[in-house]
């Protein structure tokens, strides 16, 4: 099983409303990442998180707030976004980050963000 | 900075033709990816390429590697409708130590296959 899935697949919100995107997997994977990705444009790294710590943030800007509360979750907690932060944001996940674990990166379907 | 570049970004193409899509990258590299994405869907994982002179098929499409010129291909053969889709193709950002980080990708190609 390759499966990813993030709930929910379409988010409409306010600039001033609370809300969290959720990315599951069951495959053993140990790092998980969260892109965005606009319209017509290649998806662009947010975070990654190894073995339930943050690795990388892409200077993302704190009104987006990564969490990692088990090895299959990941979680991205939205507060005050901005109309230009409208976007796919995809989850993915693999196996490991380490030089000889590296694997393919496994996509969810993605949840269609817009902020009114 | 590792930059990965496609070419064509746009390809038209009618049914039953070849044709082939090329992605350059910056600098060192053992591992390639090739994903398709569908409007509105999320990446597919179609191939992934890991040595030098790696060569896979799937169906019409056949991926290549060449390592050493930092090219690789996506050969569509006798092209079908249901191919229409937009193809990136990336590269791992690897670190000091080896550790590896998210995917570098290309811009895409925006395949349209007509009748």
């Known amino acids: 099983d390759t499966e990813v899935t993030q709930t929910p697949k379409h988010l409409v919100m306010g600039m001033t409303n609370k809300k969290s995107l959720k990315c599951e997997q069951h495959m053993g994977h140990r790092a998980m990442y969260w892109y965005k990705q606009k319209a017509k444009k290649p998806p662009e790294l947010m975070f990654v998180?190894?073995?339930?710590?943050?690795?990388i943030n892409e200077s993302v800007p704190s009104r987006f707030s990564p969490e990692c509360p088990n090895s299959s979750l990941l979680n991205l907690h939205l507060h005050a976004l901005q109309p230009e932060d409208s976007a796919l944001y995809l989850c993915a996940s693999s196996q490991d980050l380490s030089g000889r674990k590296r694997d393919t990166q496994y996509f969810g379907p993605g949840t269609r963000l817009t902020v009114l | 900075e590792l930059k990965v570049e496609q070419n064509p970004l746009f390809l038209s193409m009618q049914e039953g033709k070849n044709y082939t899509i090329y992605c350059n990258y910056s600098?060192?590299?053992?591992?390639l990816y090739w994903y398709r994405q569908d409007p509105g869907k999320s990446l597919e994982s179609l191939f992934v390429l890991l040595s030098n002179g790696a060569v896979k098929q799937e169906g019409r499409l056949m991926a290549s590697l060449d390592t050493k010129a930092r090219l690789s291909t996506l050969h569509i053969t006798a092209a079908v409708h249901d191919l229409s889709a937009t193809y990136f193709c990336?590269?791992?950002?690897?670190?000091?130590?080896?550790?590896?980080?998210?995917?570098?990708f290309g811009k895409g190609t925006k395949l349209s296959v007509k009748p």
């Open positions: 998180y190894s073995y339930e710590k943050l690795s």
């Open positions: 990336a590269v791992d950002r690897i670190f000091q130590g080896g550790s590896q980080g998210n995917l570098i």
């Open positions: 600098t060192t590299s053992d591992r």
